[in-house]
């Protein structure tokens, strides 16, 4: 692999290879723009990365990243679990200026104990994230892979920027909603293309996201799956209204089908008028 020094994307998820072994790699391809890569030790990786200067140089011009944690856990059943929780002051994402995706993969076996480390990472220079555009989790229920996600979103908050894709499942907003900056991230999203808000209380962040007044014209894809929108009195016909331009929607186990508030009915003309596939994801 250090021969082929012209990729341009290299795949390495679930591989075994030390982050000695894959920053020595890294070294090596001065033209990669796009990494997926697995890791048991963020800690770790960043401590080789920070040793290797041609590594960061390769870092910098990454512009899309899938990191896939595996981290061994320690079960519930052990009569008492030692957690240690750092927040990174030189994390591998100060070296990644050209990123315009950052997608983060857990580990389904994880959801029955926890990590001996959890990291989440602290950007310094914010401005290094100004070409993001899209931002995904796929497995809220691992907390190495949950606790990094929503520390690098809240760096990304800070920046107030456009984002085109926020697959975040699972979060958790009410502890974070009266920050100034978590509002302002969400008012700021009218570009936004691609949301998944599944497995959360809607009241959290309504009428942020769906304000009857502000229509998100560039929504295509929407999963509302398993939220809980009691105290929201929304249903279809205000989600047609504010995303009109909807191509695939999830509302599996949803309450919002059935929401008919009593001020506004639903009219079936307004909802058959939008072009929506629904569909489970």
């Known amino acids: 692999m250090l021969k082929c020094k012209q990729l341009t994307q290299l795949y390495v998820l679930d591989v075994s290879l030390s982050t000695k072994q894959l ?124 606790i990094f996600y929503y520390g690098t979103l809240m760096s990304v908050a800070k920046l107030h920027l456009k984002l085109k894709t926020v697959l975040n499942p699972s979060a958790n907003f009410s502890s974070e909603r009266n920050m100034d900056f978590w509002k302002n991230f969400w008012i700021s999203q009218d570009d936004l293309e691609y949301l998944d808000l599944s497995n959360i209380s809607l009241k959290n962040i309504f009428p942020t996201i769906f304000d009857p007044g502000v229509v998100k014209k560039n929504l295509l894809y929407l999963n509302i799956s398993h939220t809980d929108s009691r105290e929201v009195g929304m249903n279809l016909a205000t989600l047609g209204h504010v995303c009109p331009n909807l191509r695939s929607l999830n509302l599996k186990n949803s309450q919002l089908v059935y929401l008919h508030s009593a001020e506004q009915t639903t009219n079936p003309q307004q909802v058959s008028t939008r072009s929506f596939r629904i569909t489970e994801i």
């Open 23 to 146: 920053c020595k790699i890294l070294s090596a391809l001065t033209k990669l723009e796009a990494l997926a890569f697995t890791v048991a030790s963020v800690d770790e990786f960043d401590n080789n990365l920070n040793a290797s200067e041609s590594a960061q140089r390769t870092m910098c011009n990454i512009k899309h990243l899938t990191i896939h944690f595996k981290v061994g856990i320690t079960p519930r059943t052990e009569p008492s679990i030692s957690v240690q929780f750092i927040q990174k002051k030189n994390s591998f994402i100060e070296h990644c200026r050209e990123l315009a995706s950052l997608h983060v993969m857990g580990h389904p076996n994880l959801g029955c104990g926890l990590p001996k480390l959890l990291l989440q990472p602290n950007v310094v220079k914010v401005s290094n994230l100004k070409n993001l555009k899209h931002l995904s989790l796929n497995y809220a229920i691992d907390p190495a892979a949950r």
